[in-house]
């Protein structure tokens, strides 16, 4: 049964494949999670009609109920509003840094991959230094000399990122610049703009894309971890790291604090994951 079920996989179109691989439940469960994050962070009224920043010292580190879903804080503030509001800083960094990341990486890659051998061999030079430093390490250092805040935050992981798009970026454009329609376009006098806009750099997207849609869950982490340290939005902002940093305090009698803020990170996290790591699976599945 086993080989059979092999062998019609293995003959199936690549769109039945492809549907397969949509309607898996993680699949659907991921989709699920990042639908809801986009609603949270564009539309928080919709979710919630609670003010984030609004205190009550008389409902401090309450549990959840049905007035609190998710408790209280030490300050009387809504888990659940927190959290919900908390989603639009979150995925900011996590998306800002991503575009920032991918964009100088796309520039730098193509100047890698198609500036000669000089120009290659000084900016590969570089980002071999770079990638030598942990993302979130350099991210620090940019932050050192920036200084905290989001906006801030935001460049240093993006900045951080930056390495590994170029790479990947390189990789991709020196394969495709020794394609035949490439050197076609050559023979019919096709300048080097031409070339690079309408056919290197659209052959560069596809990785690039799955890249960053797994790199953006690693931003969002890393965006978390420098709230957490103090060096993000600052208090009362309603950030999935600064809210641990705040509970931090409260764990072992109102663990609600920390839990849910931590579980909301988790979540958007392995949703982004799953389906980046989907996408690179279906262009494989594609390209046979």
Request: hydrophobic share 50%; proline share 6%; glycine share 12%.
């Amino acid at each position: 049964m086993s080989a059979t079920a092999d062998v019609l996989a293995g003959s199936a179109s690549p769109g039945q494949r492809a549907t397969r691989l949509r309607l898996r439940p993680g699949v659907v469960l991921a989709v699920l999670v990042v639908a809801t994050a986009a609603l949270a962070a564009l539309w928080p009224q919709l979710l919630t009609d609670r003010s984030p920043d609004a205190t009550a010292p008389a409902q401090a580190l309450q549990p959840p109920d049905g007035e609190h879903l998710f408790g209280t804080d030490q300050l009387g503030r809504d888990v659940y509003a927190r959290v919900v509001h908390g989603t639009w800083l979150s995925l900011e960094i996590g998306v800002g840094a991503t575009a920032i990341g991918a964009l100088g990486g796309t520039v730098l890659g193509l100047a890698a991959g198609l500036g000669g051998r000089v120009v290659d061999a000084l900016l590969m030079r570089v980002t071999d230094v770079l990638t030598a430093f942990p993302e979130l390490l350099l991210a620090l250092l940019v932050i050192t000399v920036t200084g905290p805040g989001t906006a801030n935050v935001l460049v240093s992981i993006g900045v951080a990122a930056v390495p590994g798009y170029a790479r990947l970026v390189r990789a991709r454009a020196l394969v495709v610049r020794r394609a035949e329609y490439i050197e076609a376009g050559v023979a019919l006098g096709l300048s080097r703009p031409v070339l690079v806009l309408r056919h290197i750099l659209p052959n560069t997207l596809g990785p690039l894309l799955v890249l960053a849609s797994i790199g953006t869950g690693t931003a969002v982490v890393s965006g978390a971890a420098l709230g957490y340290l103090g060096l993000g939005p600052r208090p009362p902002a309603a950030e999935w790291g600064v809210m641990l940093a705040d509970g931090q305090d409260f764990v072992q009698t109102a663990w609600w604090t920390t839990v849910f803020p931590g579980l909301a990170i988790a979540a958007i996290v392995l949703a982004v994951t799953v389906l980046g790591r989907r996408l690179r699976a279906r262009g494989a599945e594609v390209g046979r």
